[in-house]
């Protein structure tokens, strides 16, 4: 069967072409791109500097005890400074969608840069406009018209003003756990303690709470739109979702006592990311855009991490839950790495920003704009969305086989490369896992060749969301990795 044998059988290859850290874990699967000898500033400099230069908050949040260096990449893969190979399962936090360093995007960005670099709206200049006819043709019904951005903050900021504008409203709502980037207009709709600062913001901004299946008040075995459901027991009848009813029912409370009659709008990742890869229950997505537009709001889909294939199913993520937004936002795997984000949204709604001048001097640069369209036509033309939903199947049941080995795993869950597995102390109580033990098995895994991202309120979720190029090969050497670490960790 599937499910076992992507952790029993042996990776395809015993003879990768670059090192890892460890010789005791499983070989990698083989890589023909040989790193170029690294060039750059020594290791111990680069140390010093980033401590002495660089703002505090990257020293607070730079991965592992002893920092990689990176110099080089290539499609899945990372090499550091000393040409070992890492299996990249973050992809520089979600964005690299299409693999580091595509050859076609790359020379779509060459090509462009010896043309033109730079010049903004007040003149036409082609790319934008052979790539904005690209990419609203992925968009259902009138969401035809873009805005862009550099970045998702930059997006989320701009649907923000955008919802209020159009609606004569102001109050917005977002999702206790979820993220929507961290600048100081959209801190209000980012609702994870850890990354808000004591400072005002937020006026206007409600977040209700999350319909978390796996540690929530409600949720079950049958809850999720994914392989992996959780180890709860579920009472539903076949075909109906009380979880996801029960958790509209709070939003619908919360909009009877903390808002006004009418709303500007109701922001939600598809899945969220940086809260966890947490999927909401069934139906509850389409129940919540329901109580919203009834007092007059907006959705907003932020398609920053779900956007492009990732799910697998859909090339959006909101159309996993049948409905369709009002507002799209998206950034990281638009631009595959380089800086380009994006609004899409009906005709009507985009003529609300005309009540006065706006401007982004950088917002469809003909460089981003020449990198959006080649990835574009790279996910159609190598299938990368159909790669993500068969890597991600035999992945998630991968991720499945050790949540059912090793009592640490409390879940495993999400759609194609769009994954997480929650680590805690036991499945009974369903408790973070402590920092320490977490970071431990963490640290052993990069010292056997991947890297992956974490997150959750407490960091005890592992991000599995790569480069959708990946191989089942690949999985299988991630997944027995990850089975090698958590063996350790139950033998100390």
């Known amino acids: 069967m599937l499910r076992r044998s992507l952790i029993a059988l042996p990776a395809t290859s015993r003879a990768a072409k670059t090192c890892c850290y460890s010789t005791s874990g499983p070989v990698m699967p083989p890589c023909d791109h040989k790193p170029q000898p690294y060039k750059g500033i020594a290791y111990d400099e680069a140390l010093k500097i980033r401590k002495a230069?660089?703002?505090?908050?990257?020293?607070?949040?730079?991965?592992?005890?002893?920092?990689?260096?990176?110099?080089?990449?290539?499609?899945?893969?990372?090499?550091?400074?000393?040409?070992?190979?890492?299996?990249?399962?973050?992809?520089?936090?979600?964005?690299?969608?299409?693999?580091?360093?595509?050859?076609?995007?790359?020379?779509?960005?060459?090509?462009?840069?010896?043309?033109?670099?730079?010049?903004?709206?007040?003149?036409?200049?082609?790319?934008?406009?052979?790539?904005?006819?690209?990419?609203?043709?992925?968009?259902?019904?009138?969401?035809?018209?873009?805005?862009?951005?550099?970045?998702?903050?930059?997006?989320?900021?701009?649907?923000?003003?955008?919802?209020?504008?159009?609606?004569?409203?102001?109050?917005?709502?977002?999702?206790?756990?979820?993220?929507?980037?961290?600048?100081?207009?959209?801190?209000?709709?980012?609702?994870?303690?850890?990354?808000?600062?004591?400072?005002?913001?937020?006026?206007?901004?409600?977040?209700?709470?999350?319909?978390?299946?796996?540690?929530?008040?409600?949720?079950?075995?049958?809850?999720?739109?994914?392989?992996?459901?959780?180890?709860?027991?579920?009472?539903?009848?076949?075909?109906?979702?009380?979880?996801?009813?029960?958790?509209?029912?709070?939003?619908?409370?919360?909009?009877?006592?903390?808002?006004?009659?009418?709303?500007?709008?109701?922001?939600?990742?598809?899945?969220?990311?940086?809260?966890?890869?947490?999927?909401?229950?069934?139906?509850?997505?389409?129940?919540?855009?329901?109580?919203?537009?009834?007092?007059?709001?907006?959705?907003i889909a932020d398609e920053v991490q779900t956007g492009f294939g990732r799910t697998g199913s859909h090339y959006w993520g909101f159309e996993g839950h049948g409905v369709v937004p009002d507002i799209v936002t998206m950034a990281k795997g638009i631009g595959n790495g380089y800086p380009l984000g994006a609004i899409i949204t009906t005709p009507e709604i985009a003529e609300s920003l005309n009540k006065a001048l706006h401007f982004n001097t950088y917002g469809g640069n003909p460089v981003a704009c020449a990198i959006g369209s080649a990835v574009l036509d790279v996910i159609e033309e190598e299938g990368i969305q159909a790669n993500a939903a068969h890597v991600g199947e035999a992945f998630i049941k991968g991720m499945m086989d050790l949540r059912d080995e090793f009592e640490v795993i409390g879940d495993v869950r999400g759609k194609g490369l769009m994954l997480g597995m929650e680590l805690v102390t036991d499945k009974q109580s369903r408790l973070p896992l402590p920092a320490a033990e977490v970071n431990a098995i963490w640290e052993r895994c990069k010292d056997m060749g991947i890297l992956i991202g974490k997150g959750g309120l407490n960091g005890n979720v592992f991000r599995i969301k790569p480069p959708m190029c990946i191989t089942e090969d690949d999985a299988r050497f991630a997944c027995e990795v990850m089975r090698l670490s958590f063996k350790e960790h139950k033998s100390q």
């Open 53 to 299: 230069n660089l703002n505090p908050i990257v020293s607070t949040v730079t991965y592992y005890k002893n920092p990689l260096l990176i110099d080089q990449g290539h499609m899945q893969w990372l090499f550091d400074h000393e040409g070992r190979r890492y299996l990249d399962l973050i992809g520089g936090i979600v964005t690299v969608g299409v693999g580091h360093c595509h050859p076609k995007v790359n020379a779509a960005a060459q090509e462009q840069l010896s043309k033109l670099w730079h010049t903004t709206h007040i003149y036409m200049h082609p790319t934008i406009h052979e790539y904005v006819d690209k990419l609203t043709s992925h968009f259902p019904g009138d969401l035809k018209v873009a805005f862009f951005t550099n970045s998702g903050s930059e997006a989320n900021d701009l649907a923000m003003l955008l919802a209020r504008l159009h609606t004569g409203a102001f109050d917005l709502i977002s999702l206790r756990n979820g993220y929507h980037g961290c600048s100081p207009y959209v801190m209000g709709l980012t609702s994870l303690g850890t990354w808000n600062f004591p400072v005002a913001n937020g006026f206007g901004c409600h977040q209700t709470m999350n319909a978390d299946v796996f540690k929530g008040f409600w949720g079950g075995s049958n809850c999720r739109d994914s392989l992996s459901q959780t180890i709860r027991k579920c009472s539903c009848s076949e075909g109906s979702c009380e979880a996801g009813d029960n958790y509209a029912n709070q939003l619908k409370d919360l909009l009877i006592h903390s808002c006004p009659k009418r709303v500007a709008g109701f922001f939600a990742e598809s899945i969220q990311g940086v809260g966890g890869a947490v999927q909401f229950p069934k139906n509850f997505l389409h129940q919540a855009v329901e109580l919203i537009r009834d007092r007059g709001g907006l959705y």
